[in-house]
């Protein structure tokens, strides 16, 4: 008898307490947004274009999933309070376009906001969670980012956990992607809330300076990745740290957006592409595709890279891979090429703070493959002396996979 009221007890917590839909983001998500390129001026011609091309270009196929409408798709609410789409943006309704996006084989997502209005000023969700969450499931909606603007007063553990909330009881699997840009150290509470939370305020597409409006500034690429990469003892199998989305093809040069998916890729971030794949150059598919790359992201054991060390301005980054792997990767944020004399004795460390593997450098010897020209280029030595010398070349990155058999 104890046992049984013990078990409706328990069944009664875990109903109260509802936790967000598992299994969403075992992997960082991967897909594309909106935001980036077009901001506001969005349609449904862009997105049924943007999935056709995800299918053709292949993109679909090296794993991006998600088509993601952010701000700024909105009607207003109707008589009973439920949100409405923009006629004009997407004359034939959003479940139509999720039927289309679907029919490709890919997912549909969608964008709000915990306060009054959105980012943009359209209708945020605020007072509606529930209401919002219904209309998304009744479009077949897969994925929701909730943003942080018009929030005064507003507690963010609170906002958060009832969206995610309301998502779960709306019936439908949807992937929550929180976007409050670290302001309230989502990583310390969210968990169980959200399957990933933006670290950063926003990316710009620059390389390494900050952009300042009045009241709120944007991060270049080093930004993010200085930020983020504090935060790795938090981020994990369904819930990962979000330096924001790419800015690839976008404007940078091959050797930046090279370095900015390579490094976002070490930190398992979410993949969320951020540039017109209707229309981009072999250099940029070439980035956004090179599957060697997207497996250190989406690599199984959910490993957040480390910042190991730095010489001569070029820092050392380690990613431990499911297999026994190692990712390793040179990164170089500086104007200048730099010369880098490797001892690999030198690079032997256990990563304590997280997955607690040791690279052995003393007990292993692993074959280096570079993932950007896809080929072996020699092995790892035991002894303790400088064995290889590579060139980075500046604002670029090398990058190896250490294969261990
Ligand atoms: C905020 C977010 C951005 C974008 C805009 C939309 O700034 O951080 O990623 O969603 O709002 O207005």
């Given at each position: 008898m104890k046992k049984i009221v013990l078990l409706l007890l328990t069944c009664f917590v875990i109903n109260a307490n509802a936790q967000k839909w598992e299994h969403l983001a075992d992997t960082p998500q991967m897909g594309w947004s909106t935001w980036n390129k077009f901001q506001g001026n969005i349609n449904e011609d862009i997105i049924k274009g943007i999935a056709d091309a995800m299918v053709e270009t292949g993109l679909k196929d090296a794993g991006y999933t998600y088509i993601n409408i952010d701000d700024c798709w909105h009607g207003k609410r109707d008589a009973n309070g439920f949100i409405t789409v923009d006629e004009t943006k997407f004359p034939h309704g959003m479940k139509a376009l999720a039927d289309y996006v679907h029919s490709k084989g890919l997912k549909l997502g969608i964008y709000s906001d915990a306060g009054t209005e959105t980012c943009g000023g359209m209708p945020g969700s605020f007072g509606h969670e529930y209401q919002d969450a219904i209309q998304y499931a009744r479009w077949d909606i897969d994925y929701l980012k909730y943003d942080w603007c018009s929030t005064t007063n507003i507690n963010p553990q609170g906002a958060y956990q009832l969206i995610s909330d309301a998502l779960r009881s709306a019936g439908r699997p949807i992937l929550l992607s929180m976007c409050e840009w670290g302001s309230n150290r989502p990583w310390k509470w969210a968990t169980e809330i959200g399957h990933s939370w933006r670290t950063t305020p926003d990316i710009w597409c620059d390389f390494d300076s900050l952009r300042v409006f009045p009241g709120y500034t944007q991060f270049g690429v080093v930004q993010c990745i200085n930020y983020n990469d504090t935060l790795r003892a938090y981020a994990g199998k369904g819930h990962w740290n979000d330096p924001d989305m790419l800015e690839v093809g976008n404007g940078m040069s091959v050797n930046e957006d090279r370095a900015h998916f390579t490094m976002w890729a070490m930190m398992a971030s979410p993949l969320i592409i951020g540039n017109d794949i209707r229309n981009m150059s072999k250099e940029v598919k070439d980035i956004l595709m090179n599957k060697e790359v997207i497996a250190f992201d989406q690599d199984t054991l959910g490993v957040q890279g480390l910042h190991f060390c730095d010489e001569s301005g070029v820092a050392f980054w380690f990613k431990p891979l499911a297999n026994g792997d190692w990712a390793f990767t040179l990164f170089n944020p500086t104007k200048k090429d730099v010369k880098i004399g490797i001892n690999w004795q030198h690079l032997n460390f256990t990563d304590e703070e997280v997955s607690k593997k040791s690279t052995e450098f003393d007990k292993t010897v692993y074959k280096i493959r570079d993932v950007w020209q896809h080929k072996l280029v020699g092995k790892t030595s035991k002894?303790?002396?400088?064995?290889r010398t590579v060139v980075v070349p500046a604002r670029d990155v090398i990058s190896y996979r250490l294969i261990k058999n």
């Amino acid at each position: 008898m104890k046992k049984i009221v013990l078990l409706l007890l328990t069944c009664f917590v875990i109903n109260a307490n509802a936790q967000k839909w598992e299994h969403l983001a075992d992997t960082p998500q991967m897909g594309w947004s909106t935001w980036n390129k077009f901001q506001g001026n969005i349609n449904e011609d862009i997105i049924k274009g943007i999935a056709d091309a995800m299918v053709e270009t292949g993109l679909k196929d090296a794993g991006y999933t998600y088509i993601n409408i952010d701000d700024c798709w909105h009607g207003k609410r109707d008589a009973n309070g439920f949100i409405t789409v923009d006629e004009t943006k997407f004359p034939h309704g959003m479940k139509a376009l999720a039927d289309y996006v679907h029919s490709k084989g890919l997912k549909l997502g969608i964008y709000s906001d915990a306060g009054t209005e959105t980012c943009g000023g359209m209708p945020g969700s605020f007072g509606h969670e529930y209401q919002d969450a219904i209309q998304y499931a009744r479009w077949d909606i897969d994925y929701l980012k909730y943003d942080w603007c018009s929030t005064t007063n507003i507690n963010p553990q609170g906002a958060y956990q009832l969206i995610s909330d309301a998502l779960r009881s709306a019936g439908r699997p949807i992937l929550l992607s929180m976007c409050e840009w670290g302001s309230n150290r989502p990583w310390k509470w969210a968990t169980e809330i959200g399957h990933s939370w933006r670290t950063t305020p926003d990316i710009w597409c620059d390389f390494d300076s900050l952009r300042v409006f009045p009241g709120y500034t944007q991060f270049g690429v080093v930004q993010c990745i200085n930020y983020n990469d504090t935060l790795r003892a938090y981020a994990g199998k369904g819930h990962w740290n979000d330096p924001d989305m790419l800015e690839v093809g976008n404007g940078m040069s091959v050797n930046e957006d090279r370095a900015h998916f390579t490094m976002w890729a070490m930190m398992a971030s979410p993949l969320i592409i951020g540039n017109d794949i209707r229309n981009m150059s072999k250099e940029v598919k070439d980035i956004l595709m090179n599957k060697e790359v997207i497996a250190f992201d989406q690599d199984t054991l959910g490993v957040q890279g480390l910042h190991f060390c730095d010489e001569s301005g070029v820092a050392f980054w380690f990613k431990p891979l499911a297999n026994g792997d190692w990712a390793f990767t040179l990164f170089n944020p500086t104007k200048k090429d730099v010369k880098i004399g490797i001892n690999w004795q030198h690079l032997n460390f256990t990563d304590e703070e997280v997955s607690k593997k040791s690279t052995e450098f003393d007990k292993t010897v692993y074959k280096i493959r570079d993932v950007w020209q896809h080929k072996l280029v020699g092995k790892t030595s035991k002894k303790d002396k400088v064995d290889r010398t590579v060139v980075v070349p500046a604002r670029d990155v090398i990058s190896y996979r250490l294969i261990k058999n």
